[in-house]
């Protein structure tokens, strides 16, 4: 069964910078990639950030274009996503995830899901 881990959260000013690690127990099969989500307040839906697939290819929301990079170490079963520019909108609890369906920022049905890392960004 997939693990996942997901560390580097903190509280940071608006404009400071962020890295979070999510640590798998192996990637995904074909056809699917590894991903970042994140969810603003309790209940609310999650919402794609950031995926990449086996090749290294990438994917964002618009929202975080050109501030966010996602990438990843397979000798560490490591996925990585570089966060700078922070805005207090991009405060949340953010997740990593297998199951985004490649070419997409949509989560199939088999996704499995880390526990989440706050990140919190104050004005």
């Known amino acids: 069964q997939v693990q996942l881990r997901e560390s580097g959260g903190g509280s940071v000013q608006a404009g400071g910078s962020l890295r979070l690690s999510c640590v798998t127990s192996?990637?995904?099969?074909?056809?699917?990639?590894m991903g970042w989500f994140r969810q603003i307040r309790p209940g609310s839906e999650r919402e794609a950030v950031a995926?990449?697939?086996?090749?290294?290819?990438?994917l964002y929301v618009d929202s975080v274009k050109g501030r966010f990079t996602i990438s990843k170490d397979n000798a560490k079963n490591t996925v990585y996503l570089e966060m700078n520019n922070l805005k207090p909108e991009d405060t949340g609890t953010y997740y990593c995830?297998?199951?985004?369906?490649?070419?997409?920022?949509?989560?199939?049905?088999?996704?499995?899901w880390g526990p989440g890392t706050q990140v919190t960004v104050s004005s």
């Open positions: 995926a990449i697939d086996s090749d290294g290819a990438t």
């Open positions: 192996f990637f995904p099969p074909s056809g699917y990639s």
């Open positions: 995830t297998t199951g985004v369906v490649t070419g997409t920022l949509v989560v199939g049905p088999f996704a499995v």
